[in-house]
């Protein structure tokens, strides 16, 4: 996913964000339905939910990569992991959970104060790809429990598509028909969305929503150490100590649950 979200943040300067969304979800479903051929005789609900589902999808990686365009990679997934740790800790009467969301606090507040002031339409956005974030986790349980194999989710990855292409071909035109550029966003879709979200939709057909959340909680250090290895985006020792506090705070609930 972050070796993807990396790749994804070259092409900002050529097809800018819009458009190097609508590439990656736009492939994605072109693969997916290739991959899948779903079927489009499902019941009412699960249309509901496919629906929802895209939605999702398309404005969570939309608000991503506008984030994406405006902060260092590892900051920016840092932030918007706070939408499945809210997830995973949501409902929780443990009081060591309180413990987990002051050290994720005290995480943001790090990364807020450390070298260098932060985009704050950045910040903003990337909470909001948050929110979307875990609400994917939610309506992601749903469309597992109410469509089979990999049908839901090539169905709800055009509705995505839907959202984000019209966007992207609007911003950026005729740019996204360049070779290169085509290639680079087959690369960003298979890395950022088929293959990782192949893998989302099949644990949480095995585990709960709140299991799964948390179990993410190496996502933050795993983006800040391919922005360092791939697009050389270095962050100050508080920012290091910011990211892992938010794994840590991740880990424990891990632990607790």
């Known amino acids: 996913m972050q070796v993807g979200s990396a790749l994804a943040k070259q092409l900002f300067d050529e097809v800018g964000s819009f458009g190097t969304v609508a590439l990656r979800l736009c492939f994605a479903a072109a693969v997916l339905l290739a991959l899948w ?3 489009l005789r499902i019941e009412r609900r699960a249309w509901t939910v496919v629906l929802t589902y895209g939605l999702v999808l398309g404005l969570m990686n939309l608000c991503f990569y506008l984030s994406l365009d405006r902060l260092p990679l590892g900051i920016a997934v ?8 809210a997830v995973a800790l949501a409902g929780s009467r443990r009081w060591l959970d309180g413990v987990w969301v002051l050290l994720a606090g005290g995480g943001v507040v790090l990364l807020m ?8 339409v950045g910040v903003l956005l990337a909470l909001a790809a948050g929110a979307f974030w875990g609400l994917y986790i939610v309506v992601g349980a749903a469309l597992g429990r109410h469509t089979t194999e990999g049908n839901g989710l090539a169905l709800g990855m055009v509705v995505a598509a839907a959202v984000a292409v019209p966007v992207g071909v ?3 035109g005729t740019a996204l028909l360049e070779p290169w550029v085509l290639a680079a966003g087959l690369g960003v879709a ?5 293959i990782p979200y192949t893998l989302d939709l099949e644990a949480l057909r095995r ?3 709140r299991v799964f959340g948390i179990l993410m909680s190496l996502e933050p250090a795993a983006a800040a150490l391919i922005g360092l290895a791939l697009l050389g985006e270095t962050l100050s020792w508080s920012q290091w100590v910011a990211v892992l506090c938010v794994v840590a705070a991740s880990a424990g609930a891990t632990r607790g649950a």
């Open 37 to 39: 051929r779903p079927s």
């Open 190 to 194: 298979l890395l950022s969305s088929v």
């Open 170 to 172: 609007a911003d950026s």
């Open 113 to 120: 104060e450390g070298r260098g002031a932060l985009d704050t």
């Open 78 to 85: 840092t932030i918007e992991f706070l939408g499945p740790l």
């Open 207 to 209: 585990m709960p929503p």
